[in-house]
Structure formats: structure tokens, C-alpha cells
């Protein structure tokens, strides 16, 4: 899947591969701005569509390209945190509910402890999993924004704005 940032900042999607898209521009000489765009889902930030084409984009008459895979890595870890978050929530909110053992009398109360056991133990073991998670998708992310950004993608996205800006006015 590729990004097309616009340059009024707009973020479409196709789900051509960029093989096929180098393929389509390099050899076939067709350009890519030609091809059937969509709107990309509002959770594809612009800020971070721009932070990897200036990377590892292809520079295109409406703006720049870039493979969804590094856009994905730049988000991982926030969709990693936001999920660690939401669960720490929910075991917060299930501390709080009463403990409903007193009701059953002594059989279901062991029973029910050895449960409950085994679920903090699986909650403990899935939060070192997505902590782990989490640590690798930072690594991950902070590899790709050492890469340098690329005098000649910033230049171009330079002169698309302002392009822009000038048959704005």
C-alpha cells in the first residue's frame, strides 16, 4: 500500500505496492499522480506520512509517495501505548468490583481463587508481552527516523507547496 501526500497536506491511499509503482514510473514512463487515490483513513496523520516520504518517499507532480510500511512503523508505538493504556484501565476498573465469593460458600471460594490466580498471572504475562511489544516498536521507529531526510524530497515537497500556495492566491 502507498501514501500520497498532497500538498495541501491532504493524506490519499492506494494499494498498489511500491515495486509495482517504480515499476509503473521508471519503466512504463505513466506517472503516478494518475492513478485512483483514496482518502486514507483519518488515523494516517499527515505529520507522519511527511516524516517518513522525506525519507524514503518518491516525488510525484501533487506532492510525495511513500510505502504505508514505514507510515505503520512510525505509528506502531502509539498504537501500542494507547492499547497497554486501555488495558491498564480496565484492570483498574475490575479491582474496584466487589468480590462475589462470600455468596458461594467454601467450595466455589477455592475455585474461584485458583481463577482468579490464574488470570493475574495471565495478566501479568500479557502486560511484560505488550511492554516488549512496545520497547521493539520504539526501536523500530526511532532506527527509521535516523535515517536522514533527503535534500532532494525536502526540496520538492518545498516547491509543491509553494506551488500551492501561489495558485492559491
Known amino acids: 500500500?502507498?501514501?500520497?501526500?498532497?500538498?495541501?497536506?491532504?493524506?490519499?491511499?492506494?494499494?498498489?505496492?511500491?515495486?509495482?509503482?517504480?515499476?509503473?514510473?521508471?519503466?512504463e514512463r505513466k506517472s503516478l499522480d494518475t492513478l485512483k487515490w483514496k482518502p486514507a483513513p483519518e488515523t494516517v496523520?499527515?505529520?507522519r506520512v511527511l516524516r517518513a516520504a522525506l525519507r524514503f518517499g518518491i516525488p510525484t507532480g501533487r506532492?510525495?509517495?511513500?510505502?504505508?510500511?514505514?507510515?505503520?512503523?512510525l505509528e506502531?508505538?502509539?498504537l501500542l501505548d494507547d492499547g497497554r493504556s486501555q488495558q491498564r484501565?480496565?484492570?483498574e476498573q475490575l479491582a474496584v468490583l466487589p468480590d462475589p465469593t462470600p455468596q458461594f460458600g467454601a467450595a466455589r471460594t477455592d475455585a474461584?481463587?485458583?481463577r482468579l490466580t490464574k488470570l493475574s498471572e495471565q495478566r501479568k504475562a500479557a502486560e511484560a508481552k505488550m511492554t516488549a511489544s512496545l520497547e521493539r516498536a520504539q526501536s523500530q521507529r526511532d532506527d527509521l527516523l535516523?535515517?536522514?531526510?533527503?535534500?532532494?524530497?525536502?526540496?520538492h515537497w518545498a516547491s509543491v507547496v509553494k506551488n500551492l500556495s501561489r495558485q492559491a492566491s
Request: aromatic letters at 6%.
Open 1 to 27: 500500500m502507498l501514501y500520497l501526500l498532497d500538498a495541501d497536506g491532504t493524506v490519499y491511499q492506494n494499494s498498489m505496492s511500491v515495486g509495482r509503482a517504480l515499476v509503473r514510473r521508471k519503466i
Open 45 to 47: 496523520t499527515m505529520e
Open 63 to 73: 506532492g510525495l509517495i511513500v510505502a504505508a510500511g514505514y507510515v505503520r512503523t
Open 76 to 78: 506502531a508505538p502509539d
Open 89 to 91: 484501565d480496565l484492570t
Open 112 to 114: 474461584y481463587q485458583a
Open 146 to 155: 535516523q535515517a536522514p531526510i533527503k535534500d532532494d524530497l525536502a526540496e
